[in-house]
């Protein structure tokens, strides 16, 4: 658990916000629940209800953390079953987030044909330039451009007539070797050659905290992405609204520094016998 008296006071709250949404649910009227005997197992939930109990505990973090700020969910698929994508969209999830390239499609046809157009699809994994092909006009938006040299590449190939692909640029605030990104001193004027490709729409930064990172290191870097974002709109001229920080681990110090996306896992899609609240 993160500390912080910030984050207690949040964790205090949520369990009030959380129990006024799920009131209605419980005393719908009209349906009486049959009595069980006291020594019966409680059957799991449902997977689509499960998930959305879920996404509505970290929806309800998400507003103590930070009241009236909209930060979309993008749950990253390859935690999901592809026979359970179809519940997940139901439960609420309008945004989808996809790690790999060649399981796009597959992914995409699990859905039914009435859910397919119903979502937002992210790629939020590694992007090399052999897979663009596959990536290129089928992702809302690509979280992971990480150098200069890709994003000549996704420009070269973006179709001149078609929308152009947004865009954000993967930031490596921490330095760390195992992760690819530009580093703080070289963000500014890439950010600029990048913003006059034709083909793209830059409109903000990614960035990963360590996977080791107590809470106060991990907001030091959400905190310091927040800050070269506000350093490049000042230097472009023009907006950066979205900033994709966060994922199952630190959503919430991401958050209380301004994320207005982020990334989860494994708190929406862990098993059911492994569930706990969080």
Same mark, same amino acid.
Not at 105 to 127: K, M, Q
Not at 177 to 196: D, T
Not at 255 to 267: D, F, N, P
Not at 272 to 276: G, I, K, M, Y
């Given at each position: 658990p993160w500390g912080g008296?910030?984050?207690?006071?949040? &964790? &205090? /709250?949520? $369990?009030?916000?959380i129990e006024e949404k799920m009131k209605g649910k419980r005393s719908t009227p009209g349906r009486r629940r049959s009595p069980t005997p006291m020594d019966a197992p409680t059957p799991l939930p449902d997977w689509q209800g499960l998930l959305a109990e879920r996404l509505a505990r970290v929806r309800a973090r998400v507003d103590a953390a930070s009241p009236g700020q909209a930060v979309?969910?993008?749950? %990253?698929?390859?935690?999901?079953?592809?026979?359970q994508l179809a519940d997940a969209v139901r439960a609420g999830l309008?945004?989808?987030?996809? #790690?790999?390239?060649?399981?796009?499609? @597959?992914?995409?046809?699990?859905?039914?044909?009435?859910?397919?157009? @119903?979502? %937002?699809?992210?790629?939020?994994?590694?992007?090399?330039? #052999? /897979?663009l092909n596959? +990536?290129?006009?089928?992702?809302?938006?690509?979280?992971?451009?990480?150098?200069?040299?890709?994003? &000549?590449?996704? @420009?070269?190939?973006?179709?001149?007539?078609?929308?152009? *692909?947004?865009?954000?640029? *993967?930031v490596n605030v921490a330095g760390e070797?195992? /992760?690819?990104?530009? @580093?703080?001193?070289?963000?500014? $004027?890439?950010?600029?050659?990048?913003? *006059?490709l034709p083909g793209l729409a830059l409109e903000g930064l990614m960035a990963m905290a360590p996977a080791d990172a107590d809470e106060g290191a991990a907001r030091a870097v959400f905190r310091q992405t927040r800050q070269l974002r506000d350093g490049l709109e000042q230097r472009l001229g023009k907006p950066l609204p979205r900033l994709s920080m966060g994922m199952s681990r630190d959503y919430l110090p991401a +958050?209380? $520094?301004?994320?207005?996306?982020?990334?989860?896992?494994?708190?929406l899609f862990r098993p059911? $016998? #492994?569930?706990?609240h969080g």
């Open positions: 008296p910030r984050l207690h006071y949040i &964790e &205090e /709250k949520i $369990e009030e916000k979309a969910i993008v749950a %990253a698929v390859k935690y999901c079953a592809p026979e309008a945004a989808l987030g996809e #790690n790999r390239a060649q399981d796009f499609a @597959a992914h995409r046809e699990a859905l039914p044909p009435e859910l397919r157009d @119903a979502v %937002a699809w992210h790629f939020i994994g590694h992007l090399q330039t #052999n /897979k596959k +990536v290129l006009g089928a992702f809302d938006l690509l979280h992971g451009v990480d150098s200069l040299r890709l994003a &000549e590449a996704i @420009a070269q190939r973006v179709t001149p007539d078609g929308p152009p *692909q947004r865009v954000l640029l *993967q070797a195992s /992760k690819s990104g530009f @580093a703080p001193a070289e963000l500014p $004027e890439a950010a600029e050659r990048i913003a *006059q +958050v209380l $520094e301004g994320a207005t996306i982020i990334r989860l896992g494994s708190v059911a $016998e #492994n569930d706990t």
